[in-house]
C-alpha cells in the first residue's frame, strides 16, 4: 500500500528594509517608491482660475457691461442675468464696480448701474445718490441732475450731507450759471453749513468777475482760509498746514474740490504731517455707510471750532 505523508511547510519571510529620508531635505509631498526610490511631482497641466471674490465678480461685472450698447432694456437684461443665480442681492460686488467704472470714467454706465440698483430696492444710502449727481453732472445731463437735488433736497431738508452743496455749487460754477449757485449757497448760510474752502473759492471768484468787491471782503472775512487742513496719505487721515498748498494752486479751484492725489504733496509738507485727534475721525464718517435722513447736520459752533484747530 502506499502511504502518503505529509510535510510541514516551511515559509521564509523577507524583512522589510525601512527607509529613512535626510531630515534636512525632508518633503511630506515626495512618494518613496522601495524599488526605484522617490518619485518625482511634476506640475499640473490644467489650473483653475475661478475666484469666488468680490474683486473677480466686480470686474467680470464691468466685462459683461462694457462692450453692450446704450440701450436701456440691453444693459438692464445683462445685469438681471448676471446676478440670476444669487441668492442675495451682490451690493458689495456692484458698489466695487461703479468704484471701477469712476475710476475709468465711463459716467454713462454708471448711471445705468446706479438706476438698475435703485430700481431694485437696493443701495438707497446717500453715497449711491451721490455717485449718481455726480456722473450726471459729469455728462452733462443738468436737468436730471437738478431733478435729483431737489427730490433729495426736500427729502434732507436739515440732514442734507455738505459735499451735495458743494458738487451743486461746482456744477453752477463751470456752467457759469451764477443765480443758481448764490440760491445753493443762501440754502447752506441759512441751514448754518458752514461751506468748505472750495466753496468759499468759488462763490469769491465770482463776486471779483461781478465787480462786487465789497461782498468779497466780507465772505472772506466771515469765513477766512483755515491754517490747517486734513488730507489723506497712505490711506491715513492727517493734517497739513495750508499755506504751502493753496499758495501755487489758487487758480485751479477743481483740484481742490476733488479727491487729493498723494503725488500732489511735496516732501515737505508731509513732514509737516501730524496725526489728527481720533474725535475729529469719528465725527468725519463716510457718508455711504447712512441712509437718506438718517445724517444729521453738525451745529455751526463746532464746525467753527474743528475748522479753527
Avoid at 475729529?280 to 453738525?298: A, C, W
Amino acid at each position: 500500500m502506499l502511504c502518503l505523508t505529509y510535510s510541514p511547510v516551511v515559509f521564509t519571510t523577507r524583512r522589510l528594509e525601512s527607509i529613512e529620508l535626510p531630515k534636512k531635505n525632508y518633503n511630506r509631498n515626495i512618494v518613496v517608491c522601495e524599488a526605484k526610490g522617490p518619485r518625482p511631482r511634476y506640475p499640473r497641466v490644467w489650473k483653475t482660475k475661478r475666484k469666488i471674490g468680490t474683486i473677480s465678480k466686480s470686474l467680470k461685472l464691468v466685462e459683461c457691461i462694457k462692450g453692450l450698447s446704450n440701450v436701456k432694456e440691453e444693459v438692464y437684461g445683462a445685469l438681471d442675468s448676471f446676478i440670476a443665480w444669487e441668492l442675495e442681492f451682490p451690493l458689495i460686488t456692484v458698489k466695487k464696480a461703479l468704484k471701477i467704472l469712476e475710476n475709468e470714467k465711463e459716467w454713462k454706465r454708471i448711471i445705468q448701474v446706479t438706476k438698475w440698483m435703485l430700481s431694485k430696492g437696493q443701495g438707497r444710502t446717500m453715497g449711491s445718490y451721490f455717485t449718481l449727481l455726480n456722473a450726471l453732472g459729469e455728462d452733462g445731463r443738468l436737468e436730471e441732475a437738478e431733478e435729483l437735488w431737489l427730490k433729495l433736497f426736500s427729502d434732507n431738508l436739515e440732514s442734507m450731507p455738505r459735499i451735495f452743496f458743494q458738487k451743486m455749487i461746482s456744477i453752477y460754477y463751470h456752467r457759469e450759471m451764477n443765480d443758481k449757485m448764490f440760491e445753493i449757497f443762501a440754502d447752506m448760510e441759512e441751514l448754518g453749513i458752514r461751506p468748505t474752502v472750495p466753496v468759499v473759492t468759488m462763490v469769491g471768484n465770482v463776486f471779483q468777475k461781478l465787480g462786487m468787491l465789497d461782498k468779497y471782503q466780507k465772505l472772506n472775512k466771515k469765513y477766512p482760509p483755515p491754517k490747517w487742513e486734513y488730507r489723506y496719505i497712505k490711506g491715513k487721515r492727517v493734517k497739513i498746514r495750508t499755506k504751502d498748498l493753496y499758495n501755487s494752486n489758487n487758480s485751479d479751484v477743481v483740484s481742490k474740490s476733488e479727491e487729493v492725489n498723494e503725488s500732489e504733496l511735496g516732501d515737505q509738507t508731509k513732514d509737516q504731517a501730524d496725526e489728527v485727534d481720533e474725535d475729529y475721525v469719528e465725527q468725519l464718517k463716510e457718508v455711504d455707510e447712512y441712509e437718506p435722513g438718517e445724517i444729521s447736520t453738525v451745529p455751526s459752533e463746532s464746525r467753527e471750532s474743528s475748522m479753527s484747530t
